[in-house]
Nanobody, 123 residues
Framework: QVRLVESGGGSVQAGGSLRLSCVASGFTFSTNCMGWFRQVPGRGREGVGASGPLSTSYADSVKGRFTISRDNAKNTVYLQMDGLKLEDTAMYYC??????????????????WGQGTQVTISS
């Protein structure tokens, strides 16, 4: 049974940092594509970044501020968020799929999802 569990969300002031974690189980973590997405009420799910075995991709809106890393020994993928802005407020989800080729930031291509963790940025 595949399971993804996010943690690390919270409330911080603009300019601050947070690190989200996603612990995976039930599949071969090291060879899978792990994505981070976010969603605000009334809007579609936006791709933030994705990490494959060999490379990582980011949305333009977070490049230079967010960093994805993964610890295959712990089956965990992280999203380090620095320089947070008000517009980064959202529910953040991690997701998994087999293969990291092609479009990585399209939510419809991911099979498995976590329950989400809320990130709220205040001024």
């Amino acid at each position: 049974q595949v399971r993804l569990v996010e943690s690390g969300g919270g409330s911080v002031q603009a300019g601050g940092s947070l690190r989200l974690s996603c612990v995976a189980s039930g599949f071969t973590f090291s060879t899978n594509c792990m994505g981070w997405f976010r969603q605000v009420p009334g809007r579609g799910r936006e791709g933030v970044g994705a990490s494959g075995p060999l490379s990582t991709s980011y949305a333009d809106s977070v490049k230079g501020r967010f960093t994805i890393s993964r610890d295959n020994a712990k089956n965990t993928v992280y999203l380090q968020m620095d320089g947070l802005k008000l517009e980064d407020t959202a529910m953040y989800y991690c997701a998994a799929r087999t293969g990291c080729f092609g479009e990585r930031l399209l939510h419809a291509t991911y099979y498995y999802w976590g329950q989400g963790t809320q990130v709220t940025i205040s001024s």
